[in-house]
């Protein structure tokens, strides 16, 4: 029996919105506040969701405490009370949330292989979630 | 094609405990759910269902038949009770929460009249929950 098990995680970062890409007026035109020139911050809430079959010997999908292990050490770590900007992974991307779900799931496609990871989804606020699949 | 949620809660006691294991691997591997003293959990239940609407009545299904169903066969049953002595699933298989999704499913499957079952979802924590889809 093939089951979806779905972890949700914190973290708080902050960031700008800003492209090298746009001049300053069409920056501030896409992004809005989000381009304010110090930043801001977000608590994000991460939601891992893996598959695969029921180990019939233990009830599981994969061991909990590795995936949240996983999660801990490559995303939490990572991007906690950090400032996106200045993170190699948005060196040239922009920090959206759409980038930063993009840059979550290969990560944890990379380090967590326990289960098939099927998705991730990402809330900046709870108005705004994202997700991504690959 | 439309699917309706209808959601609701349970709450009851589990342990994790495999006789196969040695008592060392069962610490090792299920970590404080191995506590054959048991604990429990709040659970939020969401079963998914989806049809055609039916053009008489405007419904997907009758929600108070999904009631009625969702009351006897799970609320009943699991609700204020210790899944591993008293469910019956469990007096052979480890009440976890992706066995739990999957006795709900089997439990539902045939009971729905008019919708198909499309999804369980089982949440054991805010944080934590599996979706059970039917798939072998």
């Known amino acids: ?134 | 094609m439309v699917y309706l949620t209808r959601k609701c809660e349970f709450s009851a006691s589990h342990y994790y405990h495999n006789p196969e294991f040695t008592d060392e691997e069962n610490a090792r591997i299920f970590g404080k759910c191995a506590n054959l003293n048991g604990h429990g959990h709040n659970y939020t239940l969401e079963v998914t269902v989806k049809g055609d609407v039916d053009s008489r009545t405007g419904f997907v299904v009758d929600l108070k038949e999904l009631k009625e169903i969702l009351n006897r066969e799970v609320i009943e049953a699991l609700d204020h009770r210790h899944l591993n002595k008293e469910v019956p699933e469990f007096l052979t298989r480890i009440p976890t929460t992706e066995n739990l999704a999957i006795a709900i499913w089997n439990r539902l499957q045939n009971k729905l009249t008019r919708a198909k079952l499309h999804r369980v979802r089982v949440y054991e924590l805010p944080d934590l929950f599996v979706d059970f889809y039917g798939e072998p």
Not at chain 1, 12 to 32: I, P
Not at chain 1, 64 to 88: G, K
């Open chain 1, 1 to 134: 029996m093939k089951a979806h098990l779905t972890r949700r995680y914190i973290f708080s970062a902050s960031h700008r919105l800003h492209s090298d890409a746009l001049s300053e007026d069409e920056n501030r035109a896409t992004y809005g506040k989000c381009n304010n020139p110090y930043g801001h911050g977000h608590n994000y809430a991460l939601e891992v969701t893996v598959s695969g079959q029921v180990n019939p010997q233990t009830g599981m999908v994969c061991n909990l405490v590795d995936l949240d292990d996983a999660v801990r050490r490559e995303v939490l770590e990572r991007f906690d009370h950090e400032n996106l900007n200045q993170r190699q992974e948005f060196a040239v991307a922009v920090p959206t949330t759409e980038n930063l779900s993009a840059v979550i799931f290969n990560i944890l496609k990379q380090s967590f292989t326990a289960a098939h990871l099927e998705r991730i989804r990402l809330e900046e606020t709870m108005m705004n979630s994202f997700e991504y699949a690959g």
